[in-house]
């Protein structure tokens, strides 16, 4: 099978926002397969059990898989690593940009949504994926630096902190993402 790759966005997002569109192209662009599936967002329809379906969808047509490689922001990435521990499923490469895990704080309705996304043994997922690279800054808005450090300094395998990048987001200038090219392929 072909190496193939899944882009997945945070709390309240789209595959259209951030730099996602511009990093499925330029993946495209190489000839890869990539998927950007639009999640249920909102208070209600974001949670663990939702999302886990639409994931779930994608596994059982066996798209998620060795050759995998999914890059997943914000809320994503303790989403994606639940999955793969809970599912026991293992994949080429994980790419976490602005990763958390346990945090409460930034306002009420993201604590809702996210809070079903978190779990005790993150560790565990380093059993699924050769390498967990973890991007990240110094001045996130939403997220504590500590947070995001703790989350990385759990599961990664090499980290990267980009300085003043915010939350990697359109907010933060972040329309397309260039630093991530060295950790695709």
Same mark, same amino acid.
């Given at each position: 099978?072909?190496?193939?790759?899944?882009?997945?966005?945070?709390?309240?997002?789209?595959?259209?926002?951030?730099?996602?569109?511009?990093?499925?192209?330029?993946?495209?662009?190489?000839?890869?397969?990539?998927?950007?599936?639009? %999640?249920?967002?909102? /208070?209600?329809?974001?949670? $663990?059990? +939702?999302?886990?379906?639409? !994931?779930?969808?994608?596994? #059982?047509?066996?798209?998620?898989?060795?050759?995998?490689?999914?890059?997943?922001?914000?809320?994503?990435?303790?989403?994606?690593?639940?999955?793969?521990?809970?599912?026991?499923?293992?994949?080429?490469?994980?790419?976490?940009?602005?990763?958390?895990?346990?945090?409460?704080?930034?306002?009420?309705?993201?604590?809702?949504?996210?809070?079903?996304?978190? %779990?005790?043994?993150? /560790?565990?997922?380093?059993? $699924?994926? +050769?390498?967990?690279?973890? !991007?990240?800054?110094?001045? #996130?808005?939403?997220?504590?630096?500590?947070?995001?450090?703790?989350?990385?300094?759990?599961?990664?395998?090499?980290?990267?902190?980009?300085?003043?990048?915010?939350?990697?987001?359109?907010?933060?200038?972040?329309?397309?993402?260039?630093?991530?090219?060295?950790?695709?392929?």
């Amino acid at each position: 099978m072909k190496d193939n790759y899944f882009i997945i966005h945070g709390s309240f997002g789209s595959p259209f926002g951030n730099w996602f569109s511009w990093l499925h192209d330029f993946i495209e662009d190489d000839g890869k397969q990539v998927y950007v599936p639009q %999640f249920p967002v909102g /208070v209600g329809y974001q949670n $663990y059990e +939702n999302w886990s379906k639409l !994931l779930k969808y994608y596994l #059982d047509l066996g798209l998620i898989n060795e050759n995998t490689t999914i890059i997943a922001h914000s809320i994503a990435p303790v989403f994606v690593s639940k999955f793969l521990v809970e599912n026991k499923v293992q994949v080429r490469k994980l790419i976490f940009v602005c990763g958390f895990n346990n945090y409460l704080g930034i306002n009420e309705e993201y604590d809702t949504v996210n809070k079903t996304m978190y %779990f005790n043994n993150l /560790v565990d997922v380093k059993q $699924y994926a +050769n390498e967990i690279i973890c !991007l990240y800054s110094n001045n #996130d808005p939403y997220v504590k630096y500590e947070v995001e450090k703790e989350f990385a300094d759990t599961i990664a395998t090499e980290q990267v902190l980009i300085p003043n990048a915010g939350h990697i987001n359109s907010e933060s200038g972040y329309d397309t993402f260039e630093d991530i090219v060295n950790y695709i392929f």
